[in-house]
C-alpha cells in the first residue's frame, strides 16, 4: 500500500511539475504573442497615418494640398463668424511660370516651386494658419484671426520672400528674378451675410490675377465690401 501512495505522490508532483512547465511556457507563448500585436497595432497605426498624410500633403512641395485647403478654411470660416473674428487669404501666382518651364524644363520648374513651398513654409506658424499649394503655380496661405493689416504685412513678406530667392527668371520676364503676383482678401464673418468662404477664394483669386495682369511683383487687396458675384464660378482654372 505504501508503494501505491509512494507511486501516487511522485506522479502527482511529475504532474505538477508538469502543469508549471506548461503554464510557463503559455506564458512565454503569450508575452511573444502580445509582442507581435502591439509591433502589429503600431505598424498598422504608422500606415494610417503616412495614408492621412498623404491625402493632406501635396507631394512635390510638401505643403498642405488643395484638398486640405477648403476643408481648412471652411473650419476656420465657421469659427471666426460664430466669434466675429477675422479671417484672411494670401494668394500668389508665379510670374510667367509657364515661361521659365518652357525654358528651363519641368524639373526646374519642379525645383522653383519647391524652393517658394519651402519659403512659404515658415511665414504662417500659428495653429489657424494654413499654407497650401493651391494649383499648379499658385499658393494659398490661411491667416485666422487676422485682419486686412495684418495680412497685407505677411503678404509683402511673401512677396519679398519669392523674390529673395534670386531664382533666375525667363528671358522673357519682366524682370531678372523670379517674383509673383500676391493678393489678400479679408473679412469678419457675418451670421447675417450671405458671403461665404468661397467668396472669399474668388476675390482673392481674382485679385491676384489683377496683380498679375498690372505687371506682377506686387500686393494688391480684394475688394471684399460686398459679394462679388460677378467673378468666375470656378475656383481653378
Same mark, same amino acid.
Given at each position: 500500500m505504501s508503494n501505491i501512495y509512494l507511486f501516487l505522490g511522485v506522479s502527482l508532483i511529475a504532474a505538477c511539475g508538469w502543469l508549471g512547465w506548461q503554464m510557463r511556457r503559455l506564458q512565454v507563448?503569450?508575452?511573444?504573442?502580445?509582442?507581435?500585436?502591439?509591433?502589429?497595432?503600431?505598424?498598422?497605426e504608422f500606415a494610417r497615418l503616412q495614408l492621412q498624410r498623404l491625402s493632406t500633403?501635396? &507631394?512635390?512641395?510638401?505643403?498642405?494640398?488643395?484638398?486640405?485647403?477648403?476643408?481648412?478654411?471652411?473650419?476656420?470660416?465657421?469659427?471666426a463668424r460664430r466669434d466675429e473674428?477675422?479671417?484672411?487669404?494670401?494668394?500668389?501666382?508665379?510670374?510667367?511660370?509657364r515661361s521659365y518651364n518652357r525654358q528651363f524644363g519641368r524639373r526646374a520648374g519642379d525645383e522653383c516651386l519647391r524652393q517658394i513651398g519651402r519659403a512659404l513654409d515658415g511665414l504662417a506658424g500659428r495653429a489657424g494658419?494654413?499654407?497650401?499649394r493651391y494649383h499648379r503655380d499658385e499658393f494659398a496661405l490661411v491667416l485666422s484671426s487676422t485682419d486686412e493689416a495684418g495680412a497685407m504685412r505677411v503678404a509683402e513678406k511673401v512677396r519679398h520672400s519669392v523674390e529673395a530667392l534670386e531664382i533666375p527668371a525667363a528671358?522673357?520676364?519682366? &524682370?531678372?528674378?523670379?517674383?509673383?503676383?500676391?493678393a489678400v482678401a479679408s473679412t469678419v464673418p457675418n451670421r447675417q451675410?450671405?458671403?461665404?468662404?468661397?467668396?472669399?477664394?474668388?476675390?482673392?483669386?481674382?485679385?491676384m490675377r489683377e496683380a498679375r495682369a498690372e505687371g506682377g511683383n506686387r500686393?494688391?487687396?480684394?475688394?471684399?465690401?460686398?459679394?462679388?458675384?460677378?467673378?468666375?464660378?470656378?475656383l481653378v482654372d
Open positions: 507563448q503569450l508575452r511573444e504573442v502580445g509582442g507581435h500585436l502591439e509591433l502589429r497595432t503600431t505598424e498598422l500633403e501635396d &507631394g512635390l512641395t510638401a505643403l498642405a494640398n488643395h484638398e486640405q485647403f477648403p476643408e481648412f478654411i471652411e473650419r476656420e470660416w465657421r469659427r473674428l477675422s479671417v484672411s487669404l494670401v494668394f500668389l501666382d508665379i510670374d510667367h511660370f494658419d494654413l499654407v497650401a528671358s522673357d520676364a519682366s &524682370g531678372p528674378l523670379v517674383t509673383a503676383s500676391v451675410s450671405a458671403w461665404e468662404e468661397l467668396d472669399l477664394i474668388k476675390a482673392a483669386r481674382h485679385a500686393v494688391r487687396r480684394a475688394a471684399t465690401d460686398h459679394a462679388p458675384t460677378n467673378l468666375p464660378v470656378s
